[in-house]
């Protein structure tokens, strides 16, 4: 009876250890449960997340011929800095061409400014030559005027027997001379007149010439420049600070306008686009600290801060939208799009690359 009684108290006392060990064990799990609760409300963690940031695509402006190619695959260059340079025989040929235009225009020009002043100088002549003849006019008038009076005066004393008929006939033949005259310079005048409208005409339309040929110089000069910029054009620097990447042509090409010929990266200049759930935005906030852990550095943890949140999920921009009043609905959780920027200083080897995955973590509070 003895050895059983020691048997049960035994069994109990296990029994008694093992829920003690049960009770402690369910308790630090709720524990754990609960601070891991709070820790997701204030660490918002995504592994929907990468690398990304301007990549500026290098194009040929000009078709032709590549004749230098001066960057290799990843390599590190500067803004400014000289990358390849296309053949420029055809574009120096096109540019000494519009020059050899621009200056026959200009010669031109010069011809019609002399020619203006002639005109101008044959107009002010022709001026002269009416006031002349306006004068000549006023004294082939007073003249009519005094050998009608002569003639009047000479009718009236051979009318009274006093002077002969001869000097009668005299008196009227002058008179008629000078009424002739008169004619003359009126026509003369006459003349005159018409031909200073053509002279005025003259002017007009050199002036109007010399208009339209300073039209015609400015186009040259449009030609030359717009040469000259495509001239330029043959040789293609650097944007931007950064490196180079998806080269896709080599000396001796030939390439096009437009044709993509390699990419520049600035590394100086990434970002993190986070695509977090709808339900986990509600507490993202501009400004607010993120911790980045990346995949390709494990241990390495980089610091940013929230930059931005989208204006829509990243579905609704997608190629096919989705269209949920058209049938069938399925209900899915969306991603919105999430901007952190990388605090400075936090990347000064540019280990970065774009692409690589990352896990950030906003600290809400």
Do not use: C
Not at 30 to 50: E, G, N, P, R, W
Not at 72 to 98: C, M, P
Request: glycine share 6%; charged share 25%; proline share 3%.
């Amino acid at each position: 009876m003895a050895a059983e009684a020691g048997t049960n108290n035994n069994n109990n006392h296990r029994k008694k250890i093992a829920f003690l060990i049960i009770t402690v064990v369910a308790v630090v799990g709720v524990v754990m449960v609960f601070l891991y609760m709070q820790y997701q409300k204030t660490h918002i963690t995504t592994d929907d997340a990468y690398v990304t940031g301007r990549i500026h695509v290098i194009a040929s402006k000009v078709p032709g011929t590549v004749k230098t190619l001066l960057i290799q695959d990843n390599q590190s260059v500067k803004k400014g800095e000289l990358l390849l340079e296309i053949d420029e025989s055809d574009y120096d040929v096109r540019v000494r061409e519009a020059e050899a235009a621009l200056g026959e225009e200009k010669a031109k020009l010069d011809e019609l400014a002399v020619k203006i002043d002639v005109a101008k100088k044959q107009l002010s002549e022709q001026a002269s030559r009416i006031s002349s003849a306006k004068a000549h006019l006023r004294l082939q008038e007073a003249n009519l005027k005094q050998a009608e009076a002569d003639l009047k005066r000479a009718e009236s004393l051979f009318a009274k027997e006093i002077i002969p008929s001869d000097q009668v006939e005299k008196a009227r033949t002058a008179n008629n001379v000078m009424s002739a005259g008169v004619d003359a310079a009126r026509e003369d005048l006459k003349q005159a007149e018409l031909a200073l409208e053509t002279r005025r005409s003259l002017v007009v339309q050199a002036e109007a010439a010399l208009s339209s040929q300073g039209y015609l110089i400015a186009k040259k000069e449009a030609t030359l420049e717009s040469e000259t910029l495509r001239q330029g054009y043959t040789k293609i620097e650097s944007p931007v600070d950064g490196y180079v990447t998806r080269r896709s042509v080599e000396a001796g090409n030939q390439v096009q306008a437009g044709q993509p010929l390699l990419a520049v990266v600035p590394l100086s200049d990434v970002w993190v686009v986070a695509n977090y759930k709808e339900t986990q935005v509600k507490n993202i906030r501009p400004g607010q600290k993120v911790r980045i852990r990346v995949d390709a550095f494990d241990g390495k943890t980089f610091e940013g801060a929230v930059h931005s949140i989208m204006a829509g999920t990243g579905s609704v921009f997608s190629l096919f939208p989705p269209e949920n009043a058209t049938g069938s609905y399925v209900k899915v959780v969306q991603r919105i799009p999430v901007k952190i920027e990388l605090k400075s200083g936090t990347d000064p080897d540019h280990v970065l690359r774009v692409g690589m995955s990352v896990v950030p973590t906003v600290l809400v509070d």
